[in-house]
């Protein structure tokens, strides 16, 4: 008996350090301003991104190297997108408002994924006009 009490506890702490992390990288996203080229590679009109938007963000970045440690960022806030689903489902007959809530996170996180993909491009962009210039 103690020890499931100590598994529920230590599994919650963990998914509250996980929901911390996550919005820590979407507030993180949320001061970097992205690119025209971004804008237009993806197809972006306004600032704010809808959470229906993060799948063909995410199959973009697919498309794109890594650059950097960006990668594992990019799993979290999908985790995080998924686990807001996840809630999202669950919760909408018990608290129909957090729906409006949710879905602005669900936004966060497409806009989190849509700054590592202006900065992979940024970066392909830097690597091809230096293969250019050599």
């Not at 499931?4 to 919650?12: D, E, G, N």
């Not at 690119?35 to 972006?44: P, R």
């Not at 608290?95 to 700054?115: D, F, L």
Request: glycine content about 6%.
């Amino acid at each position: 008996m103690i020890a499931c009490f100590i598994f529920v506890v230590s599994s919650l702490t963990l998914l509250q350090f996980f929901v911390s992390y996550s919005r820590s990288i979407i507030a993180e996203s949320r001061g970097h301003r992205l690119s025209e080229q971004a804008c237009e590679i993806c197809g972006i009109k306004s600032r704010s991104l809808a959470g229906e938007q993060f799948g063909r963000l995410n199959q973009l970045i697919a498309l794109c190297p890594e650059v950097g440690d960006d990668g594992f960022k990019v799993k979290v806030v999908a985790v995080y997108f998924h686990l807001l689903g996840f809630v999202k489902t669950v919760m909408s007959w018990a608290m129909p408002s957090a729906s409006s809530w949710i879905e602005a996170e669900r936004g966060g996180c497409a806009y989190a994924v849509a700054v590592v993909l202006d900065r992979r491009i940024a970066h392909n962009r830097m690597v091809m006009a230096d293969m250019a210039s050599h």
